[in-house]
Nanobody, 127 residues
Framework: QVQLVESGGGLVQAGGSLRLSCAAS????????MGWFRQAPGKEREFVAL?????????YYADSVKGRFTISRDNAKNTVYLQMDSLKPEDTAVYYC???????????????????WGQGTQVVVSS
């Protein structure tokens, strides 16, 4: 049984940092793209960041977080991370990690192409 478990969320002041982790179990995802999404109250789930399959692989970010967030992965630990710096109140949301399975032809961040999802971790940024 595949399980993704996020951790590291919490309350932080604007300008602060948090590091989210997503530990996968039940299967090895070293060959799959993994991503982070977020959903704020009353809003649709939106893409945040994506990392390709190899450790140190290519990364892609939403414009809203580019230069502030960093996605990384440790395939040996079957874990993906999201380092969030210079946080803003508008970053407040539930953050989800997800696995893109099967690997799509070409590049896409459409949520429906991500088969496995974690339960989410809450991030609140106060002003």
């Amino acid at each position: 049984q595949v399980q993704l478990v996020e951790s590291g969320g919490g309350l932080v002041q604007a300008g602060g940092s948090l590091r989210l982790s997503c530990a996968a179990s039940g299967r090895t995802f070293s060959s799959y793209r993994m991503g982070w999404f977020r959903q704020a109250p009353g809003k649709e789930r939106e893409f945040v960041a994506l990392i390709f399959s190899w450790s140190g692989g290519s990364t892609y970010y939403a414009d809203s977080v580019k230069g502030r967030f960093t996605i990384s992965r440790d395939n040996a630990k079957n874990t993906v991370y999201l380092q969030m710096d210079s946080l803003k109140p508008e970053d407040t949301a539930v953050y989800y990690c997800a696995v893109q399975d099967p690997p799509p032809v070409g590049f896409t961040t459409t949520p429906r192409t991500f088969k496995y999802w974690g339960q989410g971790t809450q991030v609140v940024v106060s002003s």
